[in-house]
C-alpha cells in the first residue's frame, strides 16, 4: 500500500521513496512481515516461507515494470520427503544452473526483479535432504513377454502397453491357437504426479519388420498419451521373431531419466 503525506505520495506501492527532497532523518527498526505462500512469487512479498507438501510449480505476480527493482525472499523448506520445486523461465541462475534441489531440505531463495521477463534469484541451501520418493519406477524389470501359436490359429501376437493411467502391461490380445504365452500382467509406473508429466523411449532392435504398432523407436513420446508397441508373426518360416532394448521414461520438464529397463517381446507363429 503507497503512504501519502497530505495529498503527496512518499512511497510507492514497490516501497520505493518518491516527492522526497532535502529530508533527513532516523529510521526505526522496520522488518518485513513473514506470510505464507502456496505456489506464487509475489514481488509485493518482500518475505515468504513454504514447507512443501508436493512438488510445487510457482509463478509470479506482481512482476511487472512499476515494480522493477523489487525483491522477495522465500524461505522454502521441501520437507522431510525431499519435494522439488520449479521456477518459470523467467528465473535465472546463476551461470544458467538451476540449484540441485535434493542436496538441502532448507532453502533460503532470493530475488529481484530486473526487467520485464527477467527475474534473477540465487539460492543456499542448508540441511541435509531427505531421500526423495521416486516419481516413476520400473519394478521387476526385465519386462518380458513371449508368444506361441500353433497352426490352431493364424499368427502370435505379443503386445506392450505403457498406459497414461500409469499403467504398462503386456497381452497376446491378437494371437490365436496354441499356447506358451509368458507374459508380464500389469505393473505401476507411475507414483506421483501427473502421467503428462513424463516422456517414454523405447529403443529396440531385431525383427523390427515385424513390428506391427510402433509410436516411435528411440524417440522420446509424452506419456499423456498411451503408447502401445506390437509385434506379430504370421508367416510360415521357424524361428522366433524378437525385439529387445533400453526403456527409459524421464521428467519432460527438466529431461532428466528417471527410471530405466529392459523390455523384449518375442512371437513365434509354428503351423
Known sequence: MAIKVGNAE????????????DADG???SFHAT???????IDFTKPMTKLVMSSNVTFTEANATDAFKGSTSMLLLDTSATGYTPTFSANV?????????????RY????????????????????????????????NNTPWAGFV????????AQCNFRIASTGIA?????????????TLMSSETWLITGAASDYDVRWSFTGSTGDVIANPGNGVWLNLGTSRTWSIRDSDYN?????????????????????????????VDFEP
Open 107 to 138: 532453502w533460503m531463495i532470493a530475488f529481484q526483479l530486473c526487467n520485464l521477463g527477467v527475474i534473477r534469484a540465487n539460492a543456499q541451501g542448508y540441511g541435509t535432504a531427505a531421500a526423495a520418493s521416486p516419481d516413476v519406477v520400473m
Open 169 to 181: 502391461s503386456m497381452s497376446n490380445v491378437g494371437s490365436n491357437g496354441g499356447g506358451g504365452a
Open 238 to 266: 521357424p524361428g522366433v521373431k524378437n525385439i529387445i532394448g533400453n526403456l527409459q521414461i524421464r521428467n519432460a520438464s527438466t529431461l532428466v531419466v528417471l527410471a530405466t529397463g529392459t523390455l523384449s517381446m518375442s
Open 34 to 40: 513473514l506470510q505464507t505462500i502456496t505456489t506464487v
Open 10 to 21: 512518499v512511497i510507492t506501492n514497490a516501497r520505493a521513496l518518491t516527492n522526497i527532497a
Open 92 to 104: 535465472k541462475w546463476p551461470a544458467s544452473t538451476t540449484p540441485t534441489w535434493s542436496g538441502s
Open 148 to 155: 506361441y501359436a500353433s497352426s490352431l490359429g493364424g499368427a
Open 26 to 28: 532516523i529510521s526505526g
